[in-house]
């Protein structure tokens, strides 16, 4: 896992005003989150893995186990998430949301840096963030 360890900035991203839709935000927050441009910052201490995400507007912080459940604090509410290996370059976060809709975040190395894959199961609408290392 070693290979998504690291800082990343925002270079683009795809699809993200429609995935927040199916999702439910209100057009405001939606257009305000899908023009952010985050810096991700992925650490692994042992079993702990830390996921944090800075904005001009806040920093939001997950520290969790693998394939151990635990609470996402959100702007809609607590989701059950749960964060699995998929590769050695592949970390997936399945959040349940409202109605047992989940929501999957999928973290993939790439050769210059990571990209994250945000999906809404229940429409299957996808929206895509692409970083590059820092």
């Known amino acids: 896992m070693s290979k998504l360890v690291g800082t990343y900035v925002h270079e683009k991203s795809e699809n993200l005003d429609q995935y927040y839709s199916a999702l439910g935000v209100p057009y405001i927050a939606r257009k305000m989150m899908s023009f952010t441009s985050p810096k991700l ?9 830390t996921i944090t995400t800075s904005t001009k ?3 939001l912080k997950l520290e969790f ?36 809709t989940k ?8 050769d210059d840096g990571c990209v994250l894959t945000l999906k809404h199961d229940k429409t299957g609408t996808e929206g895509k963030r692409y970083f590059k290392k820092a």
């Open 41 to 49: 910052t992925i650490t692994n201490d042992g079993d702990t893995w």
């Open 57 to 59: 507007l806040r920093t």
């Open 103 to 110: 929501i999957i975040r999928t973290y993939e190395a790439t």
């Open 65 to 100: 186990k693998l394939g151990e459940e635990y609470d996402e604090d959100m702007p809609g509410g607590t989701l059950k998430s749960t964060t699995t290996v998929e590769n050695d370059s592949k970390l997936v976060t399945v959040s349940i949301g409202p109605e047992n």
